[in-house]
């Protein structure tokens, strides 16, 4: 803290440079930071398709930026917002298309792209002040020295001096000297926007030494970046925002910082790297088998693999590897399945299979069952999954779409709609969302509330509570349990998500209302876009069935519940919205609400056929039928409801939930047990399963979980 509390002093503007350098006239000045660098830079990333198209873009004037494309004339103001979205402009500022021209010109040698690259830095150097965009604070800032920076790097080693003269360059590096002063002056208090300024400071630092600031810009960037990372990543690598998107673009901008200290010389906390690593393995265990990732809170998608390389070089680590060549190289992690305690997140998995192509068609399962994290890129999405399927995705986030909380010409405010509970694959209650959703909009639409600092102590509603929470990640299966009070309505939300011989999900939710008043409830399964017509709804045998090719959705139609295929949106980058399926199960009544699903294969390796409910006298029992590898098995999913016993052949158990695997000649084949207070197995008592913790078992073993 002792960086924060100095605030350093502001450099007379004739003395950004050390003398030496000050000195220069504009054709030695130009000589000196083309040549030869006292700086190790680390390898240039490769020019991807979308940059160089998007480099295209820019000399023709397109931008194509945030969701949305504007053609701005030459010589156009950048003071002006050509969007109705803030974030358009915010983007703008930021210089992203800089790399992309860099990269272009760096690759095709055509000088148009490396004058636009100048011609349009010059034109904001005119026009521009530092800070112009207040609202979004020096993270604006942080961006666009960065990218300045990586263009500038990536300028190196190539004939740019002839296209670029010195009486461009010094106003540029003073500007950029002068950004990474006001920046230092203007730190976010924590999280991502302050990780993303601390960088920027460092960098501009590290890059240039011949700054007169340069040192102490490098040693308050390593100090206060340390701090703030060590903060916002968790104990268990998750950032804190829980945001699938931050997580990794905050990720990629420590690892630069990681990368960029080590090659010169700039020492860093062991504590720093050991969490920076546990958040890549954060990153490998959430990538999708394509090399996606699932869009948790807000997000958009991206291919984080360059990222996960990067990693595996810095730690050593053959599993990030696994994860960066998608199954082509390294060794991916043995275990199947991997709680991550302090976030609440959990994957789940079929394994990891034996090559590339065997990596792509796993399941995959990203299930939520804990906070919904700092700061306002929150969602009401608590026991929302993700699924991934046959090397697709099935059932996924919708996204986050817009940040502007501003109705559209229809009236709907889109901020509210992608974050709200009936945007998740969980259950609504009454319609409401699990916390109350607070608008910074001026002009909110009937029935949302505004917020206002002065009233409210957060960017949103009380969050729900998790009041119970258990799990087991077994050999063949994996369950999370648990039980949610939101402060928006009275009924309580419990959810069992069972990944059953990782071979189909099994998802059980009940609502109890503690009020005596009648209720509606209703769960909502979105389906990535791919599936909107091709995707069939029916009922069978009391069971709303919903089929693509490849897989099926059953839900049992209990009560008067009513099933429908509607029509929703995803977003997989921000202010474009697609639209997609949705299968949504509703039911209404006093008393308990009880929603049963199964989600899976169906293709002749695995198949269900039927899906039901069971009489039981001591609790819930529900059966699932069908082919695995072509040998009918029976499985049985039981839960307590009055302290009762399941009682099958060769199977007696007291206990809150149990489920078993009966193949074809109608014997248990294997089964795990949730601490059971009794358990007999082919009539003999596992009295050291009683009150231990949870039980896995085999046709000729049974394994004990940790007490």
């Known amino acids: 803290m002792e960086h924060e509390q100095a605030r350093p002093h502001s450099a007379d503007p004739g003395e950004w440079f050390i003398p030496g350098v000050a000195a220069l006239a504009p054709p030695e000045f130009l000589t000196h930071f083309a040549g030869p660098r006292p700086v190790v830079s680390p390898p240039l990333p490769p020019a991807t398709p979308g940059q160089l198209a998007n480099a295209d873009k820019v000399l023709a004037g397109r931008y194509d930026i945030v969701g949305e494309e504007h053609v701005l004339a030459p010589g156009f103001s950048w003071r002006r917002n050509p969007s109705r979205d803030k974030e358009w402009q915010i983007a703008h500022h930021k210089f992203y298309f800089a790399v992309d021209l860099a990269h272009a010109w760096r690759q095709r040698g055509d000088p148009r792209y490396l004058c636009a690259w100048r011609d349009l830095i010059a034109s904001w150097l005119r026009e521009m002040g530092t800070g112009f965009i207040t609202a979004s604070d020096a993270q604006v800032e942080a961006k666009r020295v960065e990218h300045w920076v990586l263009s500038l790097l990536l300028l190196q080693g190539t004939e740019w001096p002839r296209h670029v003269p010195g009486e461009f360059l010094r106003p540029f590096l003073e500007r950029i000297a002068r950004e990474a002063d006001y920046i230092s002056r203007n730190l976010r208090p924590s999280r991502n926007h302050r990780t993303f300024q601390l960088y920027a400071v460092f960098l501009a630092g590290v890059v240039f030494p011949e700054f007169a600031r340069a040192r102490e810009l490098v040693e308050m960037g390593r100090d206060?970046?340390?701090?703030?990372?060590?903060?916002?990543?968790?104990?268990?690598?998750?950032?804190?925002e829980l945001s699938s998107h931050y997580h990794n673009i905050t990720l990629e901008t420590a690892l630069a910082f990681v990368e960029l200290a080590r090659l010169n010389g700039v020492e860093l906390d062991r504590r720093l790297l050991e969490r920076l690593h546990h958040a890549a393995e954060f990153s490998l265990w959430l990538q999708w088998p394509d090399g996606d990732i699932p869009l948790i809170n807000d997000s958009d998608s991206g291919d984080h693999r360059p990222m996960l390389l990067q990693?595996?070089?810095?730690?050593?680590?053959?599993?990030?590897?696994?994860?960066?060549?998608?199954?082509?190289?390294?060794?991916?992690?043995?275990e199947a399945a991997r709680h991550f305690p302090e976030a609440g997140y959990f994957v789940l998995r079929d394994g990891w299979g034996g090559d590339a192509g065997g990596y792509a068609r796993r399941q995959h399962v990203f299930y939520d069952c804990g906070g919904i994290g700092a700061?306002?890129?929150?969602?009401?999405?608590?026991?929302?999954?993700?699924?991934h399927?046959?090397?697709?995705?099935?059932?996924?986030?919708?996204?986050?779409?817009?940040?502007?909380?501003?109705?559209?010409?229809?009236?709907?405010?889109?901020?509210?709609?992608?974050?709200?509970?009936a945007y998740h694959n969980t259950v609504t209650v009454d319609g409401r969302d699990q916390t109350r959703y607070l608008s910074k909009s001026m002009n909110p639409p009937p029935g949302i509330e505004r917020y206002d600092r002065t009233r409210h102590p957060s960017k949103r509603g009380p969050e729900p509570e998790l009041v119970e929470k258990d799990w087991f990640l077994g050999r063949d299966s994996a369950w999370v349990w648990g039980t949610a009070r939101s402060h928006e309505y009275s009924p309580l939300h419990s959810r069992w998500l069972v990944h059953m011989g990782r071979d189909y999900l099994f998802v059980f939710d009940l609502v109890e209302p503690r009020d005596g008043e009648p209720h509606e409830a209703a769960l909502h399964l979105h389906l990535a876009a791919r599936w909107l017509g091709a995707a069939a709804l029916a009922e069978e045998e009391g069971c709303a069935v919903l089929r693509g090719e490849g897989w099926q959705i059953r839900s049992l139609l209990e009560g008067g519940a009513r099933a429908t295929l509607a029509s929703g949106w995803v977003s997989t980058t921000y202010g474009v919205k697609q639209v997609a399926p949705v299968l949504r199960v509703g039911r209404a009544g006093q008393g308990a609400l009880v929603f049963a699903s199964l989600l899976g294969p169906d293709a002749p390796r695995f198949r269900v056929q039927r899906f039901a409910r069971e009489q039981s006298a001591g609790g819930q029992c529900f059966v699932v039928e069908g082919l695995r590898a072509g040998v009918r098995f029976s499985d049985r999913f039981f839960l307590d409801s009055g302290g009762g016993d399941a009682a099958a052949p060769g199977l007696l158990y007291r206990g809150p939930r149990a489920a078993w695997r009966m193949g074809d000649g109608g014997s248990i084949e294997y089964g795990f047990a949730a601490r059971p207070?009794?358990?007999?197995?082919?009539?003999?008592?596992?009295?050291?399963?009683?009150g231990r913790g949870h039980v896995e078992w085999w046709a000729g073993d049974v394994a004990l979980s940790p007490p």
């Open 311 to 334: 990693a595996a070089r810095l730690f050593a680590d053959s599993q990030l590897a696994a994860g960066g060549s998608l199954g082509a190289a390294g060794s991916p992690p043995a």
């Open 389 to 421: 399927l046959n090397g697709t995705p099935l059932v996924v986030d919708p996204g986050r779409y817009t940040y502007d909380a501003n109705p559209d010409s229809c009236g709907v405010d889109w901020r509210r709609e992608f974050k709200s509970t």
């Open 677 to 690: 207070n009794l358990l007999e197995i082919r009539g003999a008592p596992q009295a050291d399963a009683e």
């Open 375 to 387: 700061g306002s890129h929150y969602h009401a999405d608590l026991f929302s999954f993700c699924y």
């Open 224 to 240: 206060l970046l340390t701090e703030n990372l060590l903060r916002d990543f968790l104990e268990d690598g998750v950032h804190v």
